[in-house]
């Protein structure tokens, strides 16, 4: 096997070739002293769980049992930046669906998908691989399908537009519920970000994706540290854990609970709350036995929205705004031109 192969998709590259040993240009360990430091350390064992929040008592629970859901939604969202939604009501027959034609998608053949193969980051439809090399140094062991799915609605073949529309319909309806209980949390009226964040019209992608297994899982890394850039990201994946959480300076595993959803914070949600709820840093590590596909939807305010800290959070000027008023298609832009390198605008 030659070390300096080169394949379309990492799919392709770790079927075809029979590998034992990585290429180089995968090999993180070749970064610099910095950014290996960020990429290494697996995530202990023996770890707090992630928090778990019950969906069906937040949206249909009397105000008693509401009030301490509430409660506890806004801690996990200041300890922790993530958490677990059980009781979410999307039908599950649905989550396998778009699971499966996940697998379809990233399984056709390699010259299906490079008519998809995108010529800038902000395509509505972009197939990929690794990661642009012009800005990040080493590949990443991933491909992805990226599609624009609101307020314009766009789907490739697979998933069918049908199951592609009703999947992420159901998701942005459970995200206006939960950010209705995190402005509650903060002392907001549960619509007030509804309307401060044109969520009518919310920005929301559908990215699929792809870890082949790997025969050097300790030297390749799936996804980069980094934060997401919209107000909630939700997760779910094909049953094989690899999702990883900074919690209080330690990696910690995200064992996700079959069913349920993962819920994480971004970075348009920590500068609406002053930083009182910060984005959380996640990366994705790989394996050598399973092929792992993960579905994150990136739930932002409208493209036009300038997302500056609420005046309520800054206690009449006794506490300064700590970050930049800024539209979010403007941040995406910045975010995109960095690499997967995290948060890009904080004061
Ligand atoms: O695959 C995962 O677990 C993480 C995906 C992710 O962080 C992303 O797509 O932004
Ligand atoms: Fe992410």
Known sequence: MAATLKASTVKALAEKHNLTEIPPIYNFQ????????????GAGEDQEPIPVIDFSLLTSGTPDQRSPIVRNLGNMCRDWGCFMVINHRVD???????????????????????????????DPICHGTGADAAVTEVLFWRDYLRVMVHPEFHSPSKPAGEVLAEFTNAIRGMVRDLLGGISESLGLESSYMDRALNLESSLQFFDANLYPPCPQPELAVGLPPHTDHGLLTVLIQNGI??????????????NIIPGAFFVNIG???????????????????????????????PNGPSADTIVKPVPELLDNGSCPAAYAGMKYKDYLELQHGSGLKGRAWII
């Open 92 to 122: 599950e027959g649905l989550i396998n669906k778009i699971l499966d034609s996940c697998k379809e998608f990233f399984d056709q053949e390699e010259e299906v998908k490079r008519e998809y193969e995108g010529k800038h980051t902000s």
């Open 30 to 41: 070749t970064l610099s002293t910095i950014d290996q430091a960020i990429a290494s350390g």
């Open 267 to 297: 970075d348009q949600l920590e500068v609406f709350t002053n930083g009182k709820y910060k984005s959380v840093f996640h990366r994705a590590a790989v394996n050598n036995t399973a092929t792992r596909i993960s579905i994150a939807v």
């Open 241 to 254: 854990n690899g999702l990883q959480v900074q919690h209080e300076d330690k990696w910690v595993a995200a």
